[in-house]
T-cell receptor, first 112, second 112 residues
Framework: DAGITQSPRHKVTETGTPVTLRCHQT?????MYWYRQDPGHGLRLIHY???????DKGEVSDGYSVSRSKTEDFLLTLESATSSQTSVYFC???????????FGAGTRLSVL | GQQLNQSPQSMFIQEGEDVSMNCTSS?????WLWYKQDPGEGPVLLIA?????ELTSNGRLTAQFGITRKDSFLNISASIPSDVGIYFC????????????FGQGTRLTINP
């Protein structure tokens, strides 16, 4: 499982509330990614990180922010959740200098 | 941005049949990856391709990196029930360092 833990695995929240999803890795990989998965869209990149405090936007970053204060943790925050952010969220890492990404088990988020 | 068109979107086959799916793009890619996702889990890497024309096998799975570098194919021979799932192609473009673009996925259903 590439040493990736996502928490929580499931969450139901209400529109307008803040939500933070956590991705934890145990092997000090430099690159970490957050994706969302929706039917018909595959996996779309929200944000990624290339080191502590080094992050950049992906293709669907609006409404999301991230933080990486430690190598092992990459946090995804929805400041004010909307129903359009109901989705399955996946964290991924890239070991070393390669480009293969390994994924966590996902977080299913429902915004009511 | 770069996009991948994956087809077919879904397949319904009989156990024992061979399966073919492909991804195409208008952009050139340096790397093609194929992943499989089981229900409730994250995608798992099946095959990685790094060179135009490369043909790589992993058991009953065979994938090819198109010569034009704009497409890739995945074949599954003699399908079995555990092949059920969603298959994703992913590519790393020449500008997208350490980032991948994903196809929309092919959902494979097998009738025993």
């Amino acid at each position: 499982d590439a040493g990736i833990t996502q928490s929580p695995r499931h969450k139901v929240t209400e529109t307008g509330t803040p939500v933070t999803l956590r991705c934890h890795q145990t092997e000090n990989h430099r690159y970490m990614y957050w994706y969302r998965q929706d039917p018909g869209h595959g996996l779309r990149l929200i944000h990624y990180s290339y080191g502590v405090k080094d992050t950049d936007k992906g293709e669907v970053s609006d409404g999301y922010s991230v933080s990486r204060s430690k190598t092992e943790d990459f946090l995804l925050t929805l400041e004010s959740a909307t129903s359009s952010q109901t989705s399955v969220y996946f964290c991924a890492i890239t070991p070393g200098q390669g480009n293969i990404q390994y994924f966590g088990a996902g977080t299913r988020l429902s915004v009511l | 941005g770069q996009q991948l068109n994956q087809s077919p979107q879904s397949m319904f086959i009989q156990e024992g049949e061979d399966v073919s799916m492909n991804c195409t793009s208008s952009s050139i890619f340096n790397t093609w990856l194929w992943y499989k996702q089981d229900p409730g889990e994250g995608p798992v890497l099946l095959i990685a391709l790094y060179k135009a024309g490369e043909l790589t096998s992993n058991g009953r799975l065979t994938a090819q990196f198109g010569i034009t570098r704009k497409d890739s194919f995945l074949n599954i021979s003699a399908s079995i029930p555990s092949d059920v799932g969603i298959y994703f192609c992913a590519g790393q473009g020449i500008q997208g360092a350490q980032k991948l673009v994903f196809g929309q996925g092919t959902r494979l259903t097998i009738n025993p």
